[in-house]
């Protein structure tokens, strides 16, 4: 089973950004996709997952409005829309994926390598 993240750069503050999680290894319809992000010297912290049907998202407070998660189940790919970047959003993006939708870092079952995203002011 493997996750594979891309799509990470500098971008400008304001700029936007789409990250891509590939999946492989499994079915991957019945999964749950999590996106975290780790800044350094920082825990790594929920953004944002969507359930196996595409259907329901959650996210976390500091992104709501700015970031969506969306999948391609067909693509075993799942995408995350980061729009209206701050430089505070500037952190290794890791994707992860369970059975089970959590926001918290530790129950997911699967993770991804990360992507560094920085956005400078």
């Known amino acids: 089973v493997q996750l594979q993240a891309s799509g990470g750069g500098l971008v400008q503050a304001g700029g936007s950004l789409r990250l891509s999680c590939a999946f492989s290894?499994?079915?991957?319809?019945?999964?749950?996709v999590g996106w975290f992000r780790q800044a350094p010297g920082k825990e790594r912290v929920f953004v944002a997952a969507?359930?196996?049907?595409?259907?329901?998202?959650d996210y976390g407070d500091s992104v709501k409005g700015r970031f969506t998660i969306s999948r391609d189940n067909a693509k075993n790919t799942v995408y995350l829309q980061m729009n209206g970047l701050k430089p505070e959003d500037t952190a290794v993006y890791y994707c992860?994926?369970?059975?089970?939708?959590?926001?918290?870092?530790?129950?997911?079952?699967?993770w991804g390598q990360g992507t560094q995203v920085t956005v400078s002011s």
């Open positions: 992860a994926a369970d059975r089970t939708l959590w926001t918290t870092v530790q129950p997911w079952s699967y």
């Open positions: 969507v359930t196996w049907t595409g259907d329901s998202a």
């Open positions: 290894g499994r079915s991957f319809s019945d999964l749950a």
